[in-house]
């Protein structure tokens, strides 16, 4: 018995994939644990562990020390907003010497307003000012970079293209870290965003840095988080962005990502069904985050948002309760 067979309806037109058969909704919400894992052509690989974040910090450290070590820039793409995990990575920098000189750091993305006035380095619930105030000046004054190499979006690098073309002049980014969002979206990349409008995937991919509009579900995802008052306070959310495009995603040499987010310590999520579209659904621009299949990279998904969660198909069961 599936989860249609009783009352068929179509999703809201408003959603990624609203228009997908329900059969292909039913088959990644169905997706056994142990058929997850894989690793596809383009070798983009999917594993399942416990805590997918601290795979995410040790390999993060790995890769500054080695840039350390080798002497060779390094370039890192980085999300937003991680405090506690941006200031373990600058303990163990300070702990163990690690020297960033050749490191270039770029947050992904920032809020803006309305009309396009991307927040300051001093707003508390900027996405800049976490990467600033709890990565950049935790590091150790002797072990920072030049402050130059530490990138924001701000309101002289928000047109369309500049930011992207500050990590291509780099030679483009070593790693992206990301993660997928409610609406399958990486960074702001949402789908449907009028400022993302292309022909096809081809197009889609070629797309630059930019200011957004944000997607419903973005501001509604947001509004759960520390920095808007852990609340759903909506009315908290710019309804703006400038973000990465997808250009930097696909010209990344590696892409990492984690799929990990709960909402509570039962152990319920937002992200569980847009993990399954984005690993198991088509490559498209409805769920942005696909694209990182084209290439080379993994996603580690915590054993909470691999579990079944089919249950729910026949109502409420006595062990759920």
Known sequence: MGLYDEFRFKPAPWLPHSNLPLEEFERVRNIKREDMEYTNENGYQVKIVMEPYSCMLMDMITRLMKSDVEDKQFVMICPNQYPGGYSAVAEMINKH???????????????????????PLTYGAGLGYSFMYHFYYRIREDLRPDISQWHTFNNDNKQTGVYSNMIADLGGADVVYTATGWPGHTAFIDPGAPEFKAANLEEFITLKSRLVTQHPLTVAENSQFGPMGDSGDVWAVPPRAATIGPYDIVNAKERFECHALLNSEAGSSWQRMV???????????????????????????????????????????????
Not at 105 to 114: G, H, I, L
């Open 275 to 321: 993990s399954r579209l984005e690993l198991y659904g088509p490559i498209s621009m409805e769920i942005p985050a696909s694209i990182m299949r084209l290439g080379k990279g993994i996603c580690y998904v915590s054993t909470a948002i691999a579990k079944p969660f089919s249950s729910w198909h026949f109502g409420i069961q006595p062990e759920d309760m």
């Open 97 to 119: 010497n690690i020297n960033l000189r050749n490191v270039h750091a770029f947050a992904m993305d920032e809020w803006a307003d309305q009309d396009g006035n991307v927040a």
